[in-house]
């Protein structure tokens, strides 16, 4: 297995708030990492320090081998770190079609034709073929977040960071999804941040659970889904062992 | 360099603008012919219009298309004004190719000062122009070597063929509003292009997604910037004098923001119609003294009220017409045998 990314102690504070603690994990190819916590236990903190929205305080960011810890946002979306936003992020003034080409032309490094194609051939394996005139501002939800993931594919990423794209969905465009990212898979890296458990159980290889910036546990989804740890402070759920 | 030159490259679009090539060389026609033809006074009218037109523009370019909302414009045109007046004056240069030069000097003004202005964000983006403007105007009225309260002239005109002066202005304007009008809509269908729509629309995913946004607003700038100064350079060359309160004029920028919201910000063809809708009015009211001045603001209320995209914006979006697009259209099913 080819590691993608290698993350070694990241650390990252506001003050005296400490919203990554000391974090190291790492992602291989073809692999899913699902990563939980409750609101507030910097999950979307941990995309900002990986994707170069912030800087990290202290720690190594190491993609396909190559540390990327001090580049610039652009500059590490170049090297191949593409993210779906949690609220989609889209160009709305731009038609679905220009939204995937600044995409494929920019962190793809894609010219001319190239570039068309790739989006062309995106925006179908999404489903969004359909609408590939229309403006990205009048889309509705479900559409929205696959227009995120479009473009996060347009980026001929590594590592594809996936931040909530489930979140406010009905079950049944959740399993539309869920197939999406596994048919993914096989290409990149994924890191998934969920809150909605069971995509992430059918998704992912591996879970990690974080509270307050720092790792609780990581395992097998069934092991840290079913760990006390895990049940207490993210799912609220108390092992009264004495009633 | 090798960057700037890759992102002003074709885009992927392909939009074929079979027309635009003759519509231009038939405007480029009628500039030529037309200080042949039109008298003094009118020759002079039309000269401001283009002007006028093309700074709008170059407003536009910054305002509407990267971003960037200046109220602090009028320094570009002082400065480009200054450029080609300071040129002739010390160091001999024939005040007709001075002009030329003129746009390097407010370029490079706006290179220099990116770096400082770029760390404010919107609306303080906006004030910083402003007050940036109005440092320059206070610097360059104590200069002794730019004439300080007093001004500068052009003496080197005075030895020059009068009956010249007017036709040489009207095809610098014509040059500069051709130009600005194919700059824009090469630049819009360019990758730096397409970058600074994204930018425009949302800077954040515009980064995550490879685009160097503070590169790509800085060559807007730039671009912006050395229009103006080109079009204030050309302005001032009729009148032969420049003073501080006139080349650093903040009516100068009002103007540009007028037909720019009027016509619609944002689109290639709304300061065309904003360029239309001011010099109607101030033609059909100039006249009625400040009256004008009153109705001019009714207008703009009115437009931003009833058409918040501007004239050309409001139509774009219902019925989608566009005489210069630059929309870049999917390759078609057929390329990809579906």
């Known amino acids: ?243 | 360099m090798a960057a700037v030159t890759t992102m002003l490259s074709r885009s992927p679009g392909r939009h074929h603008l079979l027309l635009m090539p003759a519509v231009l060389l038939v405007l480029a026609l009628c500039a030529v012919a037309a200080p042949f033809v039109v008298g003094e006074g009118l020759l002079r009218l039309s000269s401001e219009i283009l002007l006028i037109f093309a700074m709008a523009q170059m407003w536009n370019l910054l305002s509407g298309y990267a971003g960037l909302l200046s109220i602090g414009h009028q320094v570009f045109v002082g400065a480009g004004a200054y450029g080609m007046f300071a040129l002739s004056i010390h160091a001999g240069v024939n005040p007709y190719v001075a002009i030329a030069f003129a746009p390097f000097v407010s370029g490079l003004l706006a290179a220099l000062v990116a770096p400082i202005l770029f760390r404010l964000r919107d609306a303080y983006f906006t004030i910083g122009m402003w007050v940036f403007s109005e440092i320059v105007t206070i610097l360059v009225g104590k200069s002794n070597w730019l004439g300080g309260q007093n001004g500068l002239t052009l003496s080197a005109l005075r030895d020059m063929d009068p009956d010249w002066i007017s036709p040489i202005s009207f095809w610098w304007a014509a040059f500069a509003a051709i130009g600005s009008l194919v700059l824009l809509a090469g630049l819009m269908r360019s990758r730096l292009g397409l970058a600074l729509l994204a930018v425009r629309d949302n800077d954040v995913a515009a980064s995550s997604l490879g685009i160097d946004v503070w590169r790509s607003r800085f060559i807007a700038f730039v671009i912006s910037a050395a229009g103006t100064g080109l079009c204030g350079a050309i302005y001032f060359l009729g009148p032969a004098h420049i003073l501080p309160a006139a080349g650093f004029d903040p009516n100068w920028v009002v103007i540009m923001l007028f037909i720019c919201v009027v016509g619609g910000l944002g689109t290639i063809e709304g300061p065309i119609v904003g360029t239309i809708v001011y010099f109607g009015l101030r033609q059909a009211f100039a006249t009625s003294g400040n009256w004008y001045l009153i109705l001019m603001g009714s207008v703009a209320v009115v437009v931003m009220l009833v058409a918040r995209k501007g004239l050309w914006g409001t139509l774009h979006a219902r019925y989608g017409i566009s005489l210069i697009p630059i929309r870049r259209e999917p390759p078609s099913d057929k390329t990809f045998g579906i």
């Open chain 1, 1 to 243: 297995m080819t590691i993608v990314l290698q993350a070694e102690g990241l650390a990252k504070s506001y003050g005296r708030i400490v919203v990554v603690d000391d974090l190291s994990f790492e992602v291989a190819r073809g692999e899913c990492l699902g990563v939980i916590g409750p609101n507030g236990a910097g999950k979307t903190s941990l995309f900002n320090v990986l994707d170069g929205g912030v800087r990290a305080d202290r720690g190594k960011i190491i993609l396909n081998g190559e540390d990327v810890t001090h580049l610039p946002r652009h500059k590490r979306s170049h090297k191949g770190i593409a993210r779906a936003y949690q609220v989609p992020q889209p160009f709305p003034d731009l038609t679905v079609f220009e939204n995937v080409l600044v995409a494929a032309s920019f962190a793809g490094r894609l010219h001319g034709h190239a570039a068309e194609s790739a989006a062309w051939e995106v925006i179908h394996r999404v489903g969004l073929q359909e609408r590939i005139r229309d403006l990205a501002g009048g889309l509705r939800l479900l559409d929205r977040k696959r227009l995120e993931v479009a473009k996060a594919l347009a980026a001929r990423p590594q590592l594809l960071l996936l931040d909530e794209v489930a979140g406010g969905l009905t079950e049944a465009e959740v399993n539309v999804l869920v197939d999406l990212v596994k048919s993914l898979k096989p290409d990149f890296g994924i890191i998934w941040i969920e809150h909605v458990a069971h995509a992430l159980a059918a998704t992912a290889d591996r879970l990690m659970a974080l509270h307050f910036g720092r790792k609780l546990i990581e395992g097998t989804p069934d092991a840290v889904l079913g760990s006390r740890e895990v049940r207490e402070i993210y799912l609220g759920i108390v092992d009264d062992a004495a009633a």
